[in-house]
């Protein structure tokens, strides 16, 4: 499966994460994590890793429930915005114009077939350092400040769905997505299937949710520059009393060294480092995974653990 390269979308932009536990889960993405703060408004306060050049990356936001809120893109340019718009209006999945955010301008709201909530922008609200954050490089919005696990950038994220044949159908569509990967069961169902709208290898992974619930969140990730970063950050978690769900290990599907923890509302949150691979094939192939090579399990490293295809969040019938 491969398709020309669209690039209406630049990137994945923020992801929006619902918290029943507002202020441990703060302290978590603040402290030990290592985001930054850099507003509130109303129940949600906006974090950012420092490498990150818009306002935030995450917006966290108090609720009576857990998972996740939606998933911004910002589109390449105001064009290319109204092109994207256009051909989901089309799709019949809209959900209308939003006035935007505190860290972005006008949005465009749609549904995915498991009623995951997305929207596109494009005017946005680059990040300013004060003074005490202001990197000695001007290439870079924020200096390292070393806190917690110093996390460089938001990377991808990864949700649950009932039909990601569907799934895979859909993102091709709605944002110029490629498929870069995906795993096939014996059956003929679509097991996991990752997605790009740039040159990196993947900003959005969707897996089979082994509940009847829709609209679930499995992770979102934050990169670091080396595999001894994350080391150190298990050694964090550790000392912190995080609850360390697996890892370190490597994956097979995509190579990323990971480790996966979650957060105090119970989401599940990764800290990556997924090397240097970027898919710079404009005619790239997608790579297809069998079952039986996925029960191989990750590429070293333990067996994925049962946890890992159960936990979702919010939790099933919640």
Known sequence: MSSEPCFDIAHLGHVELFTDKPQESLDFFVEIFGLTESGREGDSVYLRAWDDYEFHTLKLT??????????????????????????????????GWSEGDLGHGRAY???????????????????????KERPALKNQA???????????????????????????EFMPKALGSRVTEQ???????????????????????????HTPARGRFHHVTYA?????????????????????E?????????????????????????????GARLILDPDWQ?????EEERKKGQAWGLKTIESFHTHGTPPAGK
């Open 62 to 95: 108090a609720a009576k429930t857990t998972g996740v809120g939606h998933i911004g893109y910002r589109a390449s340019s105001e064009a290319a915005l109204l092109r994207r718009v256009a051909a989901i209006e089309a799709m019949g999945c809209g959900i």
């Open 109 to 131: 709201r749609f549904r995915d077939p498991d009623e995951h909530v997305f929207e596109i922008y494009f005017e946005t609200k680059k990040y300013v350092a004060p003074e």
């Open 142 to 168: 924020q200096r390292n400040h070393g806190r917690g696990c110093a996390v460089r950038r938001l990377d991808h994220l990864n949700l649950l769905a009932q039909d990601v044949a569907a799934i895979r």
């Open 183 to 209: 795993i096939v069961l014996d059956s003929g169902e679509v097991g996991g299937c990752w997605f790009t709208v740039n040159n990196k290898s993947y900003d959005i992974a969707y897996t089979r949710d």
């Open 224 to 244: 670091v520059d080396q595999r001894e970063h994350i080391l150190e950050a298990a050694d964090l978690f550790l000392e912190n009393g995080v609850f360390i």
């Open 246 to 274: 697996t890892g370190p290990h490597k994956h097979a599907v995509q190579q990323t060294f990971f480790l996966y923890v979650y957060e105090p509302a119970g989401n599940r949150v990764e800290i990556a480092n997924a």
């Open 286 to 290: 997608t790579v297809t995974w069998t």
